[in-house]
């Protein structure tokens, strides 16, 4: 309710200001092509991958008219049950447990028409004939195989498709298989598994999943680096004092205890999605949007990251779990009392690492990154800290320190682009003022709901790499956390304990106390 004079005055200049607001815009569709006709298969297709985001993605392609009924799906898993039956399961599962995700009854009914099932055991010859069958009997002989399964099948599934022939293309017919993450468990595995994929098909048919790739922010990097003119100069290290990548995660491990286990927040989220944000915060520009030039260039700054020495990736690394907290008000437990976790485990629950890369824009600049679970807020983002002002001008002023600007790039949630810089605090004194410029996705752009795989499966049906992960980008990724692996592995370096619901432990604020400078806060 409006109380005096000054506050309807405020109201009116507050609504005429939205009246001026410019109107969203909207996501352009029109450009993009209706993906080939093919059969795409998914393997574990009884899975929570397939149930949770990949079919909520197919019914979003095929509202944006994206893929048509040229597109079938067939879901392969060894449980039985009819097409009817698992195109059932599919909708029941999105209708109650996707909130975010309404499923209009006549889409669904269009894409059901197109989702059938065959049973069979993964490493069973009969479940490759009966997929050569399904080929036969579709109008193209195009196919995606898409590996949604635990990942030590990654190897096998990939080598009897070839065993059957069915990575073998022709000129009217492409064969190409996704391969979701983790893609190995350390540097040699997934040297491993690259050797027996590439031993079967080239890399073009290779698409090495990373879904934060499907983030529109995190490809709008890109774009907001190399599509203005005012970054590319201040974006090195002359102007930059060093850069942090947070993945921070409120949620604790779920029920993914088993996993989580044998897998820990270095393995589950450096080698592909920080490395990935650092590829592309890093990197140097493109000769083109293509795949190739994309994808070189990434693996260029990734091939450059300076390897940790043994005795250095201690000194470089925090790791934390952590324990039993009230937040909110609510007892959360401690990761060594959830389900199916060890009660001595020495899992790290989060990580921080400092890495240098070796190369002219970089040279002798730190990039430090951190990832959790059960941290104080939801926070994924990319803070460049830039060197600070010199002072002179500020002596004999109440002024004692400038701090350092940062740019913020918000890559969830609240996506968007801030600039923290300072200003002159209103009045007679010289004084500074803490302020921000902000861009928000949400305020510049009509939003449609998405999982972020829309994006990839489309660029796989039409023949794109470009944010998928070469082998090579894959393996330097691995390499540069080996060190950390490998010294923890001998027992190096203690698992620190952080009270849920905090910022993670004393050791990743030490890490950069050390280095005279602390984290963007989180949230
Ligand atoms: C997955 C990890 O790859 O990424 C999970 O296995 C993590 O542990 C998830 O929670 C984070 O992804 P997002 O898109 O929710 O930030």
Redesign the pocket.
Known sequence: MVGSKADAKQLAAATSVSKNKPPKIKPDLKRAALAPSATLFLFGAAGDLVKRLLMPALCNLRRDGLIDDSLRIVGVDHNPRSDGEYADSLRDFIRDEIKNQKLDPKLWGKLAKRISYLQGDFLADATYQGIAARIKEASSGNAVFYLATAPRFFGDVVECLGKAALLQETRSAFRRVIIE??FGSDLASAQQLNTRILNVMNEKQVYRMD??LG?ETVQNILVSRFANGIFEAIWNHHYIDHIQIT?A?T?G?EQ?GSF?EN?GALR??VP??LMQLLAMVAMEPPSAFAADAVRDEKAKLLGAIRPTMPDEAIANSARGQYTAAKIDGRQVLAYRSEDKVERSSETETFVALKLMIDNWRWVGMPFYLRTG?RLSARD?EIAICFKPAPYAQFRGTKIRQLKPNYLIMQI?PNEGLWLDFHAKRPGPTVEIADVDMGFSYADAFELQPST?YETLIYDCLIGDQTLFQRADAIESGWRAVQPFLDAWAKGEGAVEGYAAGSAGPKGADELLAREKRSWHSLG
Do not use: W
């Open positions: 993450k983790p879904h934060f983030k993945a995660e949620v491990v993914r989580y897998t589950d989220m592909n999605h679970k994924t969830q972020g």
